[in-house]
């Protein structure tokens, strides 16, 4: 069931990559707990190494559960094909991964999720990459940062946990002008709220741990390719346009077309670094996508509820949520993403840090946790957790100023959560 082009999203969300399994006739995607694949003859296993012939070898690379996965979120987002992995950072690397060489860098947003930060800033220097941070607000910097060693462009489209959201049309015609693909991390808005390969982004990255999978319960990754890179323009992309020493000179663009890219993370990415999607962990995410639509439907009704409420609080300083129209990006949000801006948004206190930490302790629904994209609401004082290994600078570029908490919004009710932040910044401001 892949036809994108008759199916709405509601429709794909539950059908897309799924059918009643062959072997059984069992209508939920089962759980292929196992390791390897009996070749037919000796014949099928050398197709199937010499990427002649699509099947399975061996569950690092391929498993029908991941590959259901795979499929879901290649058709929701519109892409030609999606590699999962183990993590969303795991899908950053995967994603820079066939791109990059030593000496070649990335030029991303300041505004990112934490951890992207210092995984850009710090530890991709290991493989001789290295990341350039540029104002996402302001195409031509991000034009004038591109060099010839540049070879992805990297943003997030609503960002995490600023309140600020992405024009990635506006970055995409700069990264389309110097030949370069524009990654874009999509996961806190989900193919639901926002489509990156439709405004023109070659791939789109997401930790599938958050909103995809929806209950907090398993961590996974994937990268989707939009499939209409062309990576042979040029000489900047060696792995996916010459004869790959890898894979026994297979080249991949040549070969493979528009699922070059998804065949090179699969049979060299995967093969090799190892980052693989356990199905397990596919099977709850497949499970949670079937309701994706509903539950973003209500976690963005309850952030602008909840925002609202919070933005005439007396002890509150500002809330930064672009679905509230005193957001500098309402106007923006309101065109590129028509549908909302999700559930994440931060606020501040007036009575900053302490108050901040008393406030994460006196709340009794919202939990404290380093987590986000759950069914329940969650809270973090990201200044003193996940923002903690930045610079002020770092810090205050991404909206995680020691004063200011994150919430996640779930789909509980809207009066509940209001209810107990009300009880929660009496206590911390008392
Ligand atoms: C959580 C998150 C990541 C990292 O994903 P993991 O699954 O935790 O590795 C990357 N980007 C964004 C926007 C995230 O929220």
Not at 174 to 201: E, F, M, Q, R
Request: hydrophobic content about 40%; charged content about 15%; proline content about 5%.
């Amino acid at each position: 069931m892949t036809d994108g082009n008759t199916y709405g999203f509601d429709t794909l969300q539950v059908h897309a990559g799924s059918q009643p399994d062959p072997a059984t006739g069992a209508r939920q995607t089962p759980i292929y707990q196992t390791t390897a694949y009996v070749f037919r003859d000796a014949e099928h296993a050398a197709k199937l190494f010499n990427l002649e012939e699509v099947g399975y070898i061996y569950s690092r690379l391929t498993n029908p559960t991941v590959s259901a996965l795979q499929e879901r979120i290649a058709v929701l987002e519109g892409g030609a094909g999606a590699v999962c992995c183990s993590s969303g950072h795991a899908a950053q690397i995967m994603a820079l991964f066939p791109l990059m060489g030593p000496g070649c860098n990335v030029v991303a947003s300041t505004r990112l999720y934490g951890g992207t930060v210092t995984q850009f800033s710090q530890t991709i220097k290991r493989f001789g990459w290295s990341a350039k941070f540029v104002d996402f607000d302001d195409p031509a910097a991000v034009a004038a940062a591109i060099d010839d060693n540049t070879r992805a462009v990297f943003g997030e489209s609503i960002a995490n946990p600023g309140g600020y959201v992405t024009d990635i049309r506006s970055i995409a015609d700069v990264a389309d002008a110097a030949g370069i693909p524009l990654i874009i991390d999509n996961t806190s808005a989900t193919p639901y709220l926002c489509n990156p390969i439709k405004d023109g982004a070659t791939l789109v990255v997401h930790s599938t741990t958050k909103y995809l999978t929806g209950n907090g319960t398993v961590t996974g990754g994937c990268v989707v390719d939009s499939g209409k890179f062309d990576w042979s323009a040029n000489d900047k992309f060696p792995s996916l346009s010459q004869p790959e020493p890898a894979y026994h000179g297979l080249i991949f663009h040549e070969a493979l077309g528009p699922m070059a890219f998804t065949f090179h993370s699969i049979a060299i990415g995967l093969r090799d670094l190892g980052m693989t999607l356990n199905p397990q962990a596919a099977h709850y995410t497949l499970m949670g996508i079937e309701t994706l639509s509903l539950r973003m439907e209500r976690h963005v009704e309850n952030a602008v509820k909840v925002a609202s409420w919070l933005e005439q609080h007396p002890a509150v300083e500002y809330v930064t949520c672009a679905g509230l129209k005193s957001s500098p990006y309402y106007e923006r949000a309101q065109r590129c993403y028509p549908k909302g801006t999700g559930g994440l948004f931060t606020f501040a206190l007036k009575d900053g840090y302490d108050a901040c930490v008393k406030l994460v302790n006196a709340l009794n629904l919202f939990s404290h946790v380093a987590n986000l994209g759950d069914t329940r609401s969650l809270i973090i004082h990201s200044a003193s957790t996940t923002h903690r290994q930045l610079t002020p600078e770092q810090q205050e570029a991404a909206g995680a100023n020691p004063n200011v908490v994150r919430l996640s919004i779930g789909i509980e009710d809207a009066k509940d959560l209001i209810a107990d932040l009300d009880q929660a910044i009496a206590a911390a401001t008392a």
